[in-house]
């Protein structure tokens, strides 16, 4: 009994021993292990990225660890990376000194710019003019294709008289357009004497002379030669169009000066000659047509008489060589002697357009 009593404080000394070396001996473990610690943070002076991609090499060993030494990594990698944002890239000052230079082309076109441009006068065509595939054009164009201000047409076409009677009959001439804008664009101030001239001879039916025993009309041969001075030029876009057909599909000038024309007139069955002069003002329209108004006397015509003439083309190929034109005339005397009443639908072409087949397509009026 006695020997139970003492084992007892014996056996919970030496528990009690146990526990304290057990305790001893842990602490010892953990101070060895604590000791290693300091060491990671030796790669903070590097760059941000080497330090997150090394933090997660420690979680395979222990996993408290790792979690401590992942907030103490990743604190200095943050505080480093923000002083890098305030620090603007170089590329910037660059680029805003760059935008404060302009590019030298734009300085040259403006400083290069002429004082005084050579101008033709205002009040006439211009001697570069060019046509397009309007059907009023203001100037043909010539066969290469460039304008000209010299140049011949062939004309023909069916034409009705009334000079007491009423014939129908056939129409042929030739016809020559003489235009001077370049003489007047070199004359300067003293273009204004320089006239735009044509001449026709035709082969139509023509009145005889009043004092013949048979009064009316006959065939014969026909000699014009006009001289008009446009002095005067107006533009509207009143009648302007897209339609290549339409008699005035163009921004329309209208020209305005004194015209002079003279001829002969000569019937085939008769020997005399009989001499025309007039004069007058004329309208022109593009320089395709006109309306003119003259005044003066034919010889076999008896007294002072008074004459309108009208061309008015209603059709115009895309080359602007090939025409159809409206002719009018009212020629009225001041006595009772019947007026002389011409009409006639004429074709003008230039001769190239016989011995070219590949234009016969422009002979057709409408034709697209």
């Keep these: 009994m006695k020997m139970n009593k003492l084992s007892v404080p014996i056996s919970l000394t030496a528990t009690l021993a146990f526990i304290v070396t057990c305790a001893l001996s842990c602490a010892k473990k953990s101070t060895v292990v604590e000791n290693p610690l300091p060491a990671p943070p030796e790669p903070i002076p590097t760059n941000a990225a080497p330090a997150a991609t090394k933090a997660p090499t420690p979680p395979a060993t222990n996993g408290p660890e790792a979690d401590h030494l992942l907030t103490i990594t990743n604190i200095p990698a943050a505080a480093s990376t923000t002083p890098e944002i305030t620090n603007p890239p170089p590329a ?4 805003k000194v760059a935008d404060n230079n302009p590019p030298p082309a734009t300085h ?3 400083v290069e710019m002429p004082t005084t441009i050579p101008a033709a006068p205002t009040n006439f ?3 570069n003019f060019t046509t397009n595939a309007c059907c009023a054009n203001s100037l ?3 066969s290469g294709g460039s304008c000209t201000n010299f140049f011949f047409r062939f004309r023909a076409g069916y034409q009705h008289i009334n000079h007491g009677d009423n014939n129908d009959s056939y129409f042929l001439s030739a016809k020559m357009y003489a235009y001077g804008d370049g003489l007047r664009e070199r004359a300067g101030k003293n273009g204004w004497l320089i006239p735009d001239a044509d001449a026709e001879i035709s082969s139509q039916y023509l009145p005889k002379s009043d004092f013949n025993s048979k009064p009316g009309s006959d065939a014969g041969l026909r000699l014009r030669a006009d001289f008009t001075w446009p002095w005067f030029h107006w533009t ?6 897209t339609n290549n057909v339409c008699p ?8 305005l000066g004194p015209t002079v024309n ?3 007139d000569h019937l085939y069955n008769e020997s005399a000659f009989q001499f025309a002069r007039y004069a007058g003002a004329r309208l022109t329209f593009n320089r395709s047509g006109f309306i003119e108004y003259t005044g003066g006397d034919t010889h076999g015509l008896a007294g002072t008489r008074q004459q309108v003439v009208t061309e008015i083309p209603f059709y115009e190929s895309r080359d602007g060589e090939v025409r159809y034109y409206l002719r009018g ?5 001041d006595h009772s002697k019947p007026d002389v009443l011409e009409g006639g639908l004429f074709l003008e072409m230039p001769f190239s357009t016989l011995t070219h087949p590949c234009k016969w397509g422009d002979l057709v009026p409408f034709l697209k």
């Design 248 to 255: 005035f599909c163009q921004p329309l000038t209208l020209g």
């Design 92 to 95: 910037e000052t660059t680029a």
């Design 140 to 142: 043909p164009a010539a």
């Design 236 to 241: 509207t876009r009143l009648f302007a169009s």
């Design 108 to 110: 040259v076109t403006v």
């Design 329 to 333: 005339l009212w020629n009225r005397g």
């Design 262 to 264: 003279v001829g002969f």
């Design 125 to 127: 065509y211009s001697a």
